[in-house]
């Protein structure tokens, strides 16, 4: 507005000067024209300057632009680690909001760049400091108070990218053989379909989520033969949606049958079965009526007993090394998305539950050794409602168009929640053959952080706002006090806390102790199993802590299996597969952390998180403690109920060698006062840090 009233003075000065000249005012004929001085930036300047940061804070720049005329004072902000650091220098925004990273060099410099002359910048030097060695929050651990029993399988990983090495150097439990394209895994052919995760083809082997396909050996039975190898056991998943593979050529939507489509594999002239959509290009529209039949062959339950009693053939029962457990299909949730091709419809309680049940008939009466698992959902809203439900509220749900506003589903089925309803069904058939078909309540648990509108999980560690969001949002395994706005309460009519507005509030996950209360008033002695997750970072320190967190919180909380799913085979993320070895192989030995959970608590247990066992085969305490500060941190850990018989052995692994753990000096306990039964042991916990202590009990 303002550039348009000076042009405007220009243009009424200059009129006047050209009809003062034309009156002779000038003698020249041309008059004197009065013009706009050009705007030019003459210097940029940051403040504040010095400036300096502490690590896992924010620190608020500001740019002074200075210039003639009318010139922009916009400009853009950068920063910038020093000359050949490989160390990232953290984020800043374009309000010039300044995030640190971590690790961190010793300084960044922070550059705000004119937007109208890219030529003229100020620049600040920063420099990062940790905080200061702090005293630390006090941690308590009752060797006399034995909670419960520590499932050797919470330490597994997914198949999936998971090579020989990393599972022996991890030490794994439990190797689990899951994912979309194991949905429709055919063993007799030894061929999957890749579904849309790769334009729906049909490939040898079990794809991209298992073993490769191995020369006289199909690629299951080869991961079979591997894990007991290592001493692992092995989840396999069988079909319940209906279907598998039947040729490792055939593909559900070839050029040749629809051409145009929104994209190709052009290797194979396969599509991804969406055609272009012009009134919205960035939402092409499916091509639906396809013949399921050109790459599947439709399977009941029976398919599955038959290859059980092929792998009760080969490898023994379960009770004798075969294969342990089964996990019934893969996230019904995605069925009609992600194997659309050969299941358009979205799946229904009776279909999860009816055909689930079936399976388990055909697993446990070709192996009755063998253990069942399911089913494996993964979707918040899914284990509230079936996926009809859940597209009929999005599609037809007015006013909200949410999960819970049509769940016609559910009202048919007495309008009990889907996971309570089918462990109710499991029962009921137990209790009337005196037979368990359900041994394991299964979810895929994907809760990590939203952060500045993007999820934590499958990421780089990224800087430390990322990182404390990571290692804050674990605690949507076990707190009732987190809470995240992704994750709203179920909201069916009936319930308690129903309300009709349609943002209803956030629901704290709790998940494994909510797992427990459905087993406990359902299905009574069902085991919890949580076959996929991921909390991200995995290449650094930082996703290395959130992963140890994980596990300790797995252990404390009595969860019996848990598996890993990875963003790349682990031996690329080194961090990550350290937090495994710091619970199974800590020494390089495989001496493990202990089997029985000690109860243990930490005054500030997001700062500095503490885990405990004791371990029976020797009568060692051993205690984890994770410290997800920014600094070093001294505190004082009381051992109830404890007499030392030597020091403890020390095990960490830091930043400092992100490569190796590596043993410390032994640490002196203080055994009980007079008239007291508490040994003390006092420590200085180093910045984003995993310590191991390892107590000989007298």
Known sequence: MRTRGRRATAWMVTGLCCTLAACGGSGSGSGTQITTPASAITSVSVTPNPATAILGAQAQFAASVSGTGSFSSAVTWSIAAPTNSTLSPGTITSAGLYT????????????????????KAGSVTLTLNPPAVAAGPALTVDAGNQTHAISPYIYGMNGYLLDSTSATQANIAIDRWGGDST?????????????????????????????????????????????????????GTVPVQGWVAKNSTSCSFPVSAYPGQYSVDAGRQCGDGEMPNASNPSAPTNITGNDPTVTSTAVGPAWAGNWVTHLVNKFGTAANGGVAIYDLDNEPAWWDAVHRDVHPLPSTYDEVTNNGIATAQAIKAADPTAEVSGPVVDYWWNYFYSKKDIESGWGSGSPCYSPWSNA???????????????????????????????????????????????????????????????????????????????????????????????????????????????????????????????????????????????????????????????????????????????????????????????????????????????????????????????????????????????????????????????????????????????????????????????????
């Open 408 to 698: 016609t589903d559910r009202k048919a089925h007495n309008g009990i929640p889907f996971l309570e309803y089918y462990l109710q069904q499991f029962a009921a058939y137990d209790a009337k053959n005196s037979v368990r078909l359900l041994d394991f309540l299964d979810l895929h648990t994907y809760f990590a952080a939203t952060y500045l509108g993007n999820s934590v999980a499958f990421t780089t560690a990224g800087d430390t706002g990322v990182q404390q969001a990571r290692l804050n949002s674990t605690r949507a395994l076990w707190d009732p006090t987190y809470t995240d706005p992704n994750y709203q309460q179920p909201n069916y009519s009936t319930d308690a806390n129903y309300t009709a507005s349609c943002t209803p509030p956030a629901q704290a996950p709790q998940l494994i102790p909510m797992m427990h209360k459905w087993i406990e008033i359902d299905y009574p002695g069902t085991k919890t199993a949580i076959t996929e997750y991921n909390w991200g970072g995995l290449e650094a320190i930082n996703g290395a802590l959130a992963q140890a967190d994980i596990l300790g919180i797995f252990g404390s909380y009595g969860l019996d299996l848990g598996t890993l799913w990875p963003t790349t085979n682990p031996a690329a993320q080194v961090p990550g597969l350290m937090a495994f070895k710091m619970y199974r192989n800590y020494d390089g030995n495989d001496s493990t952390f202990g089997d029985m959970a000690l109860a243990s608590t930490s005054a500030n247990q997001g700062a500095l998180s503490v885990y405990s066992a004791l371990r029976t085969a020797d009568d060692s305490v051993t205690v984890m403690v994770i410290n997800k500060t920014y600094g070093d941190v001294t505190s004082t850990l009381s051992l109830a109920n404890f007499k030392p018989n030597g020091p403890a052995k020390v095990f960490l692994y830091s930043n400092a060698n992100p490569a190796a753990i590596v043993a410390q000096p032994n640490l002196t306990i203080t055994p009980p006062a007079a008239g007291s039964t508490t040994s003390t042991l006092g420590a200085t916990f180093p910045a984003q840090s995993i310590t191991l202590l390892v107590a000989p009990k007298m």
């Open 183 to 235: 949905s429709r895994y055919n063993y007799l052919l030894d061929v999957t379909n890749s579904a849309s995760d790769w334009y729906f083809e049909n490939q040898t082997g079990t794809g991209a989520d298992g073993a490769t396909a191995v020369s006289g050996v199909s690629a299951f039975d080869a991961l079979v033969e591997s894990n007991a190898t290592i001493g692992a056991k092995t989840l």
């Open 100 to 119: 640190t990273p971590y690790p961190a060099p010793p300084t960044v410099t922070v550059t705000a760049t004119s937007n109208q002359d890219a030529t």
